[in-house]
């Protein structure tokens, strides 16, 4: 393992994508829909228990 962290990693990465457009669309593809799924988890487990509760209660932060 290189001792490379933060901007550095990416640029890296991005270098060894460049002309594999294909793989860095599907990879950003996936990132993005697992982004997406775990926020739609947290505003199902999250928010609607909030707005069920009418705010924020101690019954919301024991779960």
Partial sequence: MEE???FLA???ACVLLRGR???GLTLAV???L???AIEALFH???VRAYHD??????EIMEE
């Fill in 4 to 6: 490379h962290s933060g």
């Fill in 10 to 12: 990416i640029l890296k």
């Fill in 21 to 23: 457009t294909l793989t």
């Fill in 30 to 32: 996936v990132v993005n």
């Fill in 34 to 36: 697992a982004l997406a």
């Fill in 44 to 46: 199902y487990r999250v």
């Fill in 53 to 58: 509760a009418g705010g924020l209660t101690g």
